[in-house]
């Protein structure tokens, strides 16, 4: 091949390159693609740019999302609350309130109680109160949620009355609300929730009892350490330390030999609040234990217990007992 010839085919190469790069497109901006899908006549397109524009967490999308809120199809109203949620998108609140009153689909109400939890804005617990009366179990256990993550006081009564409720999960959401709320007006409530037919309520009104220091429960308490159940034993014991008794110290002991790795987790922290030499000798062991997680836990209560009483030592374990010896007897001392 002459000089020339590989010349000019070198500047066909050079000139042909960009009509191959130029047929390669663009990748598409995700935001605006997204919500120009919102308008497809497709549902389940329109359901799906819904959540991708919540992944993106741009403000830019609220307002498309909130214009999605009235769309005709349930499951893209549903993903335009979630992703309004996930946004914490404040601007919304009042929009996915009224959703929470007013939408006839039941999901899409609990998914607003749900997204009303994440934003966070106080103006919302009126609407979450009254959400406390739907007639769908989802929502109202979503709306007592959020209830207790605001730390609603104003919701206490309504809570309060969620307590009769006959269903369980109600009797338990509430509960668990009035817990994280801690307003000792809910107080002799949850001594009445002790006594609940559902153990693993009980076991949280114990729980709750104690983190309110409710000397008064005391009876109860000890009367708690004799159930049939561990998860309630351990969680009277647990209180019996916040009121300053370590009655429970064999119990949590027990617990923190159990064959469930979060009974032991569980004992590991009610320990971790016992100055006691068995205790400190409990949670050293434990700082081998198989679970991980347990370890961890059994770690973080030694070093609570050795920052209040860094003199307090473990039980020393006794030396074994060396055989006696016999001595002949000679014939001279008979």
Aim: proline share 4%; aromatic share 2%; hydrophobic share 40%.
């Amino acid at each position: 091949m002459s000089r020339k010839t590989g010349f000019m085919l070198f500047l066909c190469l050079v000139f042909a390159f960009p009509l191959y790069a130029d047929n390669t497109a663009a990748p598409a901006d995700p935001l605006s693609d997204n919500i120009a899908k919102l308008k497809n006549a497709d549902p389940s397109i329109r359901r799906q740019a819904a959540e991708a524009l919540g992944m993106l967490r741009n403000s830019s999308a609220v307002e498309p999302l909130r214009s999605a809120l009235k769309d005709n199809n349930a499951f893209v109203r549903s993903a335009a609350v979630e992703s309004l949620g996930l946004m914490r998108a404040g601007a919304a609140s009042k929009d996915i309130a009224d959703i929470l009153h007013k939408d006839q689909q039941e999901s899409v109400r609990q998914s607003a109680a749900v997204a009303l939890n994440y934003i966070g804005d106080p103006a919302t617990i009126p609407d979450l109160i009254a959400a406390l009366k739907d007639t769908s179990d989802g929502t109202r256990f979503a709306a007592a949620n959020a209830l207790g993550s605001l730390r609603a006081t104003a919701a206490v009564p309504a809570l309060i009355e969620g307590l009769k409720d006959k269903n369980t999960g109600m009797r338990r959401s509430c509960l668990n609300a009035l817990g994280r709320i801690e307003d000792r007006s809910a107080l002799s409530a949850v001594r009445e929730a002790m006594k609940d037919g559902d153990v693993s309520i009980r076991t949280e009104a114990v729980t709750i009892c104690g983190n309110f220091n409710d000397k008064d429960s005391e009876a109860d308490f000890r009367r708690l350490l004799a159930s049939t159940d561990k998860n309630e034993q351990l969680a009277a014991a647990g209180a019996l330390v916040k009121i300053g008794s370590k009655a429970g110290l064999s119990v949590a002991l027990n617990g923190i030999n159990d064959k469930e790795p979060g009974v032991r987790m569980n004992a590991a922290n009610i320990l971790g609040d016992m100055d006691a030499p068995e205790a400190l000798s409990a949670l050293q062991k434990a700082q081998n234990d198989k679970d991980e997680g347990v370890k961890q836990v059994a770690q973080g209560a030694l070093q609570k217990i050795q920052a209040r009483n860094p003199k307090l030592q473990a039980p020393k374990k006794a030396a074994p007992s060396s055989p006696k010896k016999h001595t002949a007897v000679s014939g001279n001392n008979q």
